[in-house]
């Protein structure tokens, strides 16, 4: 099914590409003209470029391009040849050879389920049920992560039939095997940073009730600075309500958010 007939009527002006990056066909979705620069917009698990949809048009009205590609073996983006062999480094480098095709300017700067077996559409219902909650999603020695959702219990209302439709489209295509393994069963294989930090204003939009919060670590470390050392300019806010998609939960507040950072840091261009 072509690209352009998988969303739903009102993103219809937001444009596809499909970018040669690295032996892969890349997918890229775009807004806007970028009279004021360029926003990416990168996703996570189980997300795909179709979760920055309300912000990529929110951004590209006010005047920016809006970026977001389906990272390699998620979406409508190619699977690499050994998913099994997946490393952080690969989805630097494709992003960096997908602003160069851009002509983007840069400055210097859990388990494998056999998520085979299940109907996708199920799968990403499942997904969004669970992760929407403020607990961490734990199987039982004897269960699965499939079985601790009740599909009988509703979508969250942000998260529309039309929306599972898209995803689960989307998944048939590139299904599990590497967005499971890319990036949970690939952390061990990330890089220490020591003392890099960054050195670009940074804002953090986090709902209170995000599972992620809650992980071992995570904090611990927002509250007692470790990431304000790597991120010395460095402002959070928190979303009372939201879970961890806050981006699909709260869109208008969220591009409320992000337009006025945005604004308060103007690109040289």
Do not use: C
């Amino acid at each position: 099914m072509a690209a352009a007939t998988e969303q739903p009527q009102q993103i219809t002006e937001i444009e596809h590409a499909h970018l040669p990056v690295r032996g892969l066909s890349l997918h890229v979705a775009q807004a806007g003209k970028g009279e004021l620069g360029t926003v990416v917009f990168l996703h996570g698990f189980p997300e795909i470029w179709y979760s920055w949809r309300h912000q990529m048009l929110a951004v590209a009205a006010a005047g920016y391009r809006a970026v977001a590609p389906d990272w390699r073996g998620y979406g409508l983006s190619d699977q690499p040849p050994e998913p099994e062999a997946a490393e952080y480094d690969d989805l630097i480098e494709d992003l960096l050879a997908i602003l160069d095709a851009l002509a983007v300017p840069k400055q210097p700067g859990r388990a494998e389920a056999d998520f085979g077996r299940y109907n996708i559409k199920r799968v990403v219902r499942t997904i969004y049920i669970l992760f929407s909650k403020s607990e961490i999603p734990m199987a039982k020695e004897d269960q699965e992560i499939m079985d601790l959702a009740d599909l009988s219990t509703p979508l969250p209302e942000w998260f529309t039939e039309e929306d599972l439709d898209v995803y689960s489209s989307l998944y048939e295509k590139s299904g599990f095997r590497y967005p499971l393994q890319m990036p949970y069963r690939s952390l061990h294989k990330r890089k220490p940073i020591g003392d890099a930090k960054f050195q670009v204003p940074v804002f953090v939009v986090m709902g209170e009730k995000d599972y992620v919060y809650k992980f071992p670590g995570v904090e611990s470390a927002i509250k007692d600075g470790t990431m304000e050392r790597h991120a010395p300019d460095m402002k959070i806010t928190y979303i009372p309500e939201g879970s961890h998609f806050v981006q699909e939960q709260f869109p208008d507040y969220v591009n409320e958010l992000l337009l006025a950072f945005l604004k308060d840091h103007p690109v040289d261009k």
